[in-house]
């Protein structure tokens, strides 16, 4: 596959980063742009008449006022505002956080047979009933983060509700992991797909790395043991089923039997994955689990690095088998999840490389993929084609969740590798 040179061809000094001040004017850059994310929501988003927030604000912030509300856009900016609240202590955030949930309880949660719709009309009124396990993920994930931020039991109550229902209903016995998608009643269903450009197939890396990201969250502020089990399960079906230990990319989408039908290479799913495992493995404390894969979880970003980077240092889209063709694209989302892969695999390793390709990143962020006219990050950079079909800021698929959350990250770690160079 695909050799790039990337990692280092933009001006970066790795010796420059031997003491801990070099690491202060990426942090800064970083929790300004989160407030930056942060106040575009605030600004554009909140739907006054009808409560919530807009089902989609486009390119030019203005909303559609007649888009249906999605399931993972509440939960995502509930997150986000949430853990914005927490980190930064800003009372528009948490107020906002409490804009969201409320919406969600009113309007999204089922509660004659328990979790969240998929999707309403704009008036708040129920068009889609389905019950995609990935959506319910995104749930458990955001209750547990307003959970960290309110302290208020009935959060967290809901929270292991849908936590239940999903261990209840969505694991496959015979085979293992967790089964697509459900008809409002639990029951089974024909077309279990996330969105119409993925495959129809019942069990899907994308929806196990979700499950697993809200059960990492749920485990940090409620430690017990039932949680505990069910993070190590599914800790352990990435490393047995969707990690190819040859190529260290991931497989996403099996059969029932965890036979691979995937038609290619996510890069942006393959970095996600590599920071969001070690993220699972450090709640859990698992020692034995954590030495096993961790050299798994920096193969998966090394891999990324060698094959992903371009000439500007952003990550493309994906490889596609068939045709032996790169979709060379880059899209916001894979920018931002690569930025906390590449910080996370140099924390962890020392590999100075690994910062050189976050740097280099980051100017190319910062200058091609956030909108600093109008706010907010394009979903396609400037230098690609526009995405006329999905050109929007907010919308069902695009949330402050992939920029927000990597800002949040990307500056933790960087106070870390500080501290730590500190010392």
Request: charged share 20%.
């Amino acid at each position: 596959m695909r050799q790039t040179g990337g990692a280092n061809t933009l001006a970066t000094n790795p010796s420059a980063l031997d003491g801990a001040a070099a690491y202060l004017p990426l942090k800064k850059a970083f929790t300004q742009q989160l407030h930056g994310i942060a106040k575009w929501w605030l600004s554009y988003t909140q739907d006054q008449a009808r409560g919530g927030f807009y089902g989609e604000v486009g390119d030019n912030n203005v909303a559609r006022v007649d888009a249906e509300k999605g399931i993972v856009l509440n939960t995502r900016i509930l997150w986000f505002f949430s853990e914005a609240a927490v980190y930064t202590g800003n009372a528009d955030y948490r107020a906002a956080a409490e804009r969201a949930y409320g919406y969600l309880c009113e309007h999204f949660l089922d509660r004659e047979h328990g979790g969240f719709y998929w999707s309403l009309s704009p008036e708040g009124n129920v068009e889609q009933s389905k019950k995609q396990v990935y959506a319910q993920a995104f749930a458990v994930y955001a209750l547990a983060a307003y959970y960290q931020l309110t302290q208020d039991t009935a959060v967290l109550t809901m929270a292991l509700e849908c936590f239940e229902l999903i261990e209840n209903n969505c694991v496959d016995r015979a085979t293992e992991g967790y089964c697509e998608a459900y008809t409002r009643e639990w029951g089974k269903i024909a077309d279990v797909r996330l969105s119409e450009k993925d495959l129809n197939y019942p069990k899907t890396m994308n929806t196990h790395l979700h499950v697993l990201e809200a059960y990492t969250k749920l485990y940090q502020v409620h430690q017990c043991d039932k949680v505990a089990r069910a993070l190590a399960y599914g800790i352990d079906l990435f490393e047995r089923y969707f990690i190819d230990h040859d190529s260290y990319h991931l497989r996403m989408f099996l059969d029932d039997n965890w036979q691979d039908h995937s038609p290619g290479v996510t890069y942006g799913h393959d970095i996600e994955c590599s920071w969001l495992l070690h993220k699972a493995l450090t709640a859990l404390g698992d020692a034995q689990r954590t030495t096993r894969l961790t050299p798994v979880v920096l193969a998966l970003a090394k891999t990324c690095q060698r094959e992903a980077i371009d000439q500007h240092g952003a990550v493309i889209d994906a490889y596609h088998r068939a045709s032996n063709s790169y979709r060379l694209e880059r899209v916001w989302w894979v920018q931002a999840e690569a930025l906390v892969g590449f910080l996370t695999a140099y924390k962890l390793s020392g590999d100075k490389s690994y910062f050189v390709a976050a740097e280099n990143l980051w100017s190319f962020i910062d200058e091609y993929q956030i909108d600093h006219q109008r706010g907010e990050w394009r979903w396609h950079s400037t230098l690609d084609a526009p995405d006329r079909a999905r050109n929007y800021k907010a919308g069902f698929w695009k949330g402050p969740y992939h920029n927000g959350r990597a800002m949040i990250e990307a500056a933790k770690l960087l106070t870390a590798l500080s501290t730590a160079a500190a010392h």
